[in-house]
Structures are given as structure tokens and as C-alpha cells.
């Protein structure tokens, strides 16, 4: 099993930046990817950003790239994810996720996710 935890959320205004982290622990994984997911009210929940933990490639969604970042640290066990330029339509609930083995196309573990909230 692997447990996640996030933190980094909270208020800023339009055009701030936060920094997002997600720690994980438990059963630990070399390899696998490890996501950020999002979730308005009302909506279903995203993709935002992914990350390959052994060769670091990363993927965005197209109303993400150029603005946000993932990143890992695999000796702290953590994924970080910078928002920068924030707008209001990035308000959400954010969730990292990780799947140890492939195939990506769906994840196995979550965190209990943080919030985001920015204001115009």
C-alpha cells in the first residue's frame, strides 16, 4: 500500500503562485508515475500534471502547460507541483495520485486532496 498526503493549498489571487507537495509512503516504488489531478465544484475530476518517477518525464494538460510544474524529489518520497499565473478557473480541489507499474491510464492510490481557491 502507499499513502498520500498532500499540502501547499490555500488562497491566492488571480495571477499568484502556490506550490503543491504530496508525499507519499508506505510500500516504496522506484519506478511508476506519480499525478496531479483536479476537481471544481461541479465537475468531474481532471488531469493536470504527470510525472515518470525513474526518467522524470513529465506531462501536462493543455490548460496547465506553460504555467504549472511537476517535479519530484524521489529521495523525500514527494511531488511537488508549482502554479504559477493563477487564474480563477484554477479553483479546485487538487489530488495527487500514483500507480506503481504501468499501464498510466488509471491510477491506484490517492490522497485526500487540498484545496485550492483563487480569487479574482
Known amino acids: 500500500q502507499v499513502q498520500l498526503v498532500e499540502s501547499g493549498g490555500g488562497r491566492v489571487q488571480a495571477g499568484g503562485s502556490l506550490r503543491l507537495s504530496c508525499a507519499s509512503s508506505g510500500r516504496p516504488f522506484s519506478s511508476g508515475r506519480m499525478a496531479w489531478f483536479r476537481q471544481a465544484p461541479g465537475k468531474e475530476r481532471e488531469f493536470v500534471a504527470a510525472i515518470n518517477r525513474n526518467s522524470g518525464t513529465t506531462y501536462y494538460a493543455h490548460s496547465v502547460e506553460g504555467r504549472f510544474t511537476i517535479a519530484r524529489d524521489n529521495a523525500k518520497n514527494t511531488v511537488y507541483l508549482q502554479m504559477n499565473s493563477l487564474q480563477s478557473e484554477d479553483t479546485a480541489v487538487y489530488f495527487c495520485?500514483?500507480?506503481?507499474?504501468?499501464?498510466?491510464?488509471?491510477?491506484?492510490?490517492w490522497g485526500q486532496g487540498t484545496q485550492v481557491t483563487v480569487s479574482s
Open positions: 495520485a500514483a500507480k506503481l507499474f504501468p499501464p498510466f491510464d488509471s491510477y491506484d492510490y
